[in-house]
């Protein structure tokens, strides 16, 4: 990426979006027990959805202490606006279903790379997610280009 800011200086970066189904917001340290067993306990579903194939998360999976550290870096890439990364939970509830990752492409610097994961037990919302912040990035971000895997 070169020297030019992921979003402009005066954009208002969401903090949420809600649905009837699910909500997300800014991902931190906060979050860590939940997240790290939404994902432990779903690493093959994961790194089966579309963006994923085969990356993340790793396959012997990662100490609580080492996702704590990933959740920091995180929040603070949230807070330096160098990249976003929400939790995803569910309507009602604090409990963690999935993320979305919203970055720059580390090989184009026009386009936004933008991931997403629900836990395999909420298989059922993949779609709903991708079409909710599909929308939600057309609508409210100020990207140009988006590579976000289709369902």
């Given at each position: 990426m070169?020297?030019?800011?992921?979003?402009?200086?005066?954009?208002?970066?969401?903090?949420?979006?809600?649905?009837?189904?699910?909500?997300?917001?800014?991902?931190?340290?906060?979050?860590?027990?939940?997240?790290?067993?939404?994902?432990?306990?779903?690493?093959?579903?994961?790194?089966?959805?579309p963006g994923f194939q085969g990356s993340w998360p790793p396959v012997d999976?990662?100490?609580?202490?080492?996702?704590?550290?990933?959740l920091q870096r995180h929040a603070a890439d949230f807070a330096q606006?160098?990249?976003?990364?929400?939790?995803?939970?569910?309507a009602g509830t604090d409990d963690v279903i999935g993320c979305v990752y919203i970055y720059p492409?580390?090989?184009d610097?026009?386009?936004t790379d933008v991931r997403s994961w629900v836990r395999a037990d909420r298989a059922e919302l993949d779609?709903?997610?991708?079409?909710?912040v599909s929308t939600w990035l057309a609508?409210?971000?100020?990207?140009?280009?988006?590579d976000y895997a289709s369902r």
């Open positions: 070169t020297g030019q800011p992921f979003v402009p200086s005066d954009f208002v970066v969401p903090t949420e979006l809600i649905t009837p189904r699910f909500r997300l917001e800014p991902l931190g340290p906060e979050h860590n027990a939940a997240d790290y067993a939404a994902w432990t306990n779903s690493i093959g579903h994961i790194r089966a959805t999976g990662m100490s609580t202490d080492a996702n704590l550290a990933d606006r160098r990249g976003f990364t929400y939790t995803v939970l569910e492409s580390r090989n610097e026009h386009l779609v709903a997610l991708y079409e909710s609508t409210f971000w100020p990207f140009a280009r988006i």
